[in-house]
């Protein structure tokens, strides 16, 4: 496989971040779908390490915290009856912090919505963070238990 120029792989990654489909970058740009795809991983990783790094004892006052769900291959009720469904199909739920005056994601996960996964957001939020904060939920209860 051949390496994009800079110019290039600008453009996918700004036609995903239009909302752009993987597709629709192929047609647009000529590039493979595995290539885009490839790229998409690459740079995702990269932004996640990124973020581990620097996003450290931030001096936040309020938090808001919240998970949004999705699915991942099928919906869970359909995972059952599904051909060939990978390990991890079904609900999907990202967790996330986002600091409420300057709108920064201070933590992030992907996962269940349980205790164990309320624990571990929660966990990875306060490593964060270097002050208390006022912190604001929907009142989800694995919160508590976090």
């Not at 995903?16 to 629709?24: A, M, Q, V």
């Not at 998970?67 to 995972?79: D, G, L, M, P, R």
Request: glycine share 6%; proline share 1%; net charge positive.
């Amino acid at each position: 496989m051949k390496s994009l120029k800079r110019e290039q792989r600008s453009q996918i990654l700004h036609l995903l971040c239009e909302g752009n489909s993987i597709r629709s970058i192929t047609r647009v740009t000529g590039a493979s779908k595995n290539t885009v795809t490839k790229l998409l991983i690459d740079v995702g990783r990269a932004c996640m390490a990124f973020h581990d790094a620097n996003v450290r004892d931030v001096q936040a006052k309020r938090v808001q915290v919240d998970e949004i769900w999705s699915f991942t291959y099928a919906k869970q009720k359909n995972v059952a009856g599904a051909k060939a469904a990978p390990d991890g199909a079904g609900d999907t739920w990202t967790w996330t912090a986002i600091d409420a005056d300057s709108k920064m994601i201070l933590s992030y996960f992907v996962g269940g919505r349980d205790g164990e996964c309320a624990m571990w957001f929660i966990d990875d939020l306060r490593a964060r963070l270097a002050t208390r904060v006022q912190l604001t939920s929907d009142g989800h209860k694995a919160y508590l238990e976090a």
